[in-house]
Nanobody
Framework: QVQLVESGGGLVQAGGSLRLSCAAS????????MGWFHQTPGKEREFVAR????????YYADSVKGRFTISRDNAKNTVYLQMNSLKPEDTAVYYC?????????????????WGQGTQVTVSS
């Protein structure tokens, strides 16, 4: 069992930056690939980024490539999402998730554990 807690969300102007953190407890995250998703009202959670167990492989949604960076510190049991050049359309609740599988997963049902989410609001 893994408990995930996101932090770092908030209100930022377009063009600004935020860094989200996802702190894990219960088990070491080195056993999991980790992902970030976002969700807006009335929509399903959408894939944002994924990082492999070692951190050597990363994957991004086309909408965030070149602007967002996912990273992890297994010693601190924490995953990060650095978000730069934010746009109003990035406004959403951002969720951290852990995947025990080994296939590159971009669908929410493929992830085993979820945090409670953190709100990111980008004003124009």
């Amino acid at each position: 069992q893994v408990q995930l807690v996101e932090s770092g969300g908030g209100l930022v102007q377009a063009g600004g930056s935020l860094r989200l953190s996802c702190a894990a407890s219960g088990r070491t995250i080195s056993s999991y690939a980790m992902g970030w998703f976002h969700q807006t009202p009335g929509k399903e959670r959408e894939f944002v980024a994924r990082i492999s167990r070692s951190g050597r492989s990363t994957y991004y949604a086309d909408s965030v490539k070149g602007r967002f960076t996912i990273s992890r510190d297994n010693a601190k049991n924490t995953v990060y999402l650095q978000m730069n050049s934010l746009k109003p359309e990035d406004t959403a609740v951002y969720y951290c998730a852990a995947d025990s599988g080994y296939v590159v997963a971009k669908a929410q049902y493929e992830y085993d554990y979820w945090g409670q989410g953190t709100q990111v609001t980008v004003s124009s």
